[in-house]
């Protein structure tokens, strides 16, 4: 049977009902957290607000218009204003991914770590896939204040930490924002089970090569 939606908009509800699934199952984001977007030639789709990423209904997903206006599907997520500040900060996003990973929110908790850049470059794929992470100050989830916040950020950074709150990534697939996802996690894990060890970290030289070899367009 003929679907309302277009080829592409049926791509991208299958894509979100899959990784959506796969984060969950994973443990990568507990309960009803987390919410994801895609950019579509007429508008987004987002996931519902109080959904579980494991069990999304392709049917249910919120469409918006261009405009961000909800047009179809359940009421979006209450963090619209973060996927909107990156969509208008990073001309490249086509997806945007929010969860409530452990160890990435775990250190959006540290009242130690460097506001510039939460995650310490101790393996080349973080580099490569993710970049310095900002950690923006606490803003109450839904609150449109943390957008200025992450326009701010989001042109020279894909990835940040919201404040004692866990990670968003920017990505220009939805794959690729939840593969960099999943590297900042593992990431924030290795750092905190290596904290107060002596750990290498890479050096300027080798973060620069990384850097201008695969770099994280806007």
Not at 36 to 63: E, I, Q, W, Y
Not at 84 to 110: K, M, N
Not at 177 to 200: C, N
Request: aromatic content about 6%; hydrophobic content about 40%.
């Amino acid at each position: 049977m003929k679907t309302p939606w277009s080829d592409e908009e049926e791509a991208a509800r299958e894509s979100l009902v899959r990784w959506g699934r796969s984060l969950f199952e994973r443990g990568l984001t507990p309960g009803s957290s987390g919410n994801m977007s895609v950019k579509l030639a007429d508008g987004f789709l987002v996931t519902p607000t109080n959904s579980c990423l494991g069990f999304l209904d392709l049917d249910r997903l919120s469409k918006l218009d261009p405009a961000g206006r909800h047009v179809a599907g359940d009421a979006p997520t209450k963090e619209l204003p973060l996927h909107f500040a990156f969509y208008e900060a990073r001309p490249s996003a086509r997806a945007v991914v929010h969860l409530h990973a452990t160890y990435s929110t775990a250190l959006s908790c540290l009242a130690d770590v460097d506001p510039a850049d939460a995650i310490p470059p101790i393996t080349p794929y973080v580099v490569m896939r993710v970049g310095r992470v900002p950690v923006l100050p606490y803003t109450r989830p839904g609150s449109p204040d943390v957008a200025p916040l992450i326009r701010a950020k989001a042109p020279a950074h894909p990835a940040i930490l919201l404040g004692n709150h866990g990670p968003v990534v920017a990505g220009t697939s939805l794959e690729a924002a939840v593969f960099a996802m999943e590297e900042l996690e593992e990431t924030a894990r290795l750092t905190i089970l290596t904290r107060g060890m002596a750990v290498r970290h890479l050096g300027q030289q080798e973060i620069a090569d990384l850097e201008a070899t695969f770099q994280l367009k806007g």
